[in-house]
């Protein structure tokens, strides 16, 4: 079943640009299972590659939780970490997936398909998106 409103939550990608401009992409729909994902019905929210990108959770539930895969090779996030070992954002918080350095050289995301999962309301209700760099 889709969740697209009155989750109590929201999960914004931001591209930072250049020139300073910011470009936010509001993650939706959701759905309760993954399996429910269907190709032909639900979009990817497709984020560019290279381009400085920040990801910000926020709900109206201050104990939920937004993981996404890959959060556990982001270097110096400093992201909590639940009784699993599983980094994730916490509610009002936001995390850089992306920035330049001047002398290194780190892309955690490579182009592909990763998934949001949503855990809220005091139990492990799960709403799944997945979304896809290039």
Known sequence: MDTQSNTGFSVVFTHIYQDGTRE?????PFVENLY???EGKHGYLILREYIPLELSFTSTDEDAKCYMDGFDILLNAGL??????KPYLAAGQQVTLF???????YYPYIPGIYCVTIHARGKKI?????????
């Open 24 to 28: 936010e992409k509001v993650l939706t």
């Open 36 to 38: 429910e994902w269907d």
């Open 126 to 134: 799960l709403f799944a998106r997945k979304n896809h760099f290039k």
């Open 99 to 105: 920035k330049y350095h001047s002398n290194e050289e």
């Open 80 to 85: 909590p970490v639940d009784g699993e070992g």
